[in-house]
């Protein structure tokens, strides 16, 4: 595992610097594949973007999931992009809810701040997409499932972070079998 801080992120994101970010990734690529990786996961949904930037130069192959998240992340074309490929519809959230997810993401929930406010806002705005005829949620914020899972949640869930775990699993046990 390496990474560097979600500072060291936010300095290229803010800027909407996405080589930045690929050379972040890039590096921590380079340092993996030097240590034995086989394959490499990112567990960040909002620097997804920068992948059309890292694929072609990574030295291993990427695990890659691609609409609750950070104002980066949502404004963003990774879901739109995967799920439209497979006939898939999504909703955003509106403007000042996205907003409202990003300040609850960035200053609240990365720092382990879990208010009841929080969890209302999120059942409000997944709510609201239910009522707009939404079969499920992508909690596509590593933070989310911290307060949000299928028990509290208007529509199911699909957790991101768990799906990519699984995923990576999956892929390290093929691996396994196919190299013995």
Known sequence: MHTYS?????????????QGVADLMLSSANKLAKAGAGFLICPDNTIHQAFPL???QS????LHLAITGTRWLVESEVYPEKLAARGLDYLRPRRAECEEIHRIIVDELVYGVFRPA??????????????????????GCTEIPL??????????TL????????????RAIQEAKTST
Do not use: H
Not at 6 to 18: F, H, N, P, R
Not at 59 to 62: F, G, N, Q, S, T
Not at 159 to 170: E, G, I, K, N, Q
């Open 6 to 18: 979600l500072a060291e992120y936010e300095k290229s994101i803010d800027c909407g610097d996405w």
């Open 54 to 56: 890292v694929e072609p």
């Open 59 to 62: 030295p291993l192959p990427w």
């Open 118 to 139: 929080a969890v209302e806002t999120f059942q409000r705005v997944i709510g609201r997409m239910k009522d707009a005829g939404c079969d499920a949620v992508i909690l």
């Open 147 to 156: 307060i949000m899972n299928d028990e509290n949640s208007p529509l199911p």
């Open 159 to 170: 957790d991101s972070t768990r799906l990519l775990a699984r995923a990576a699993l999956r």
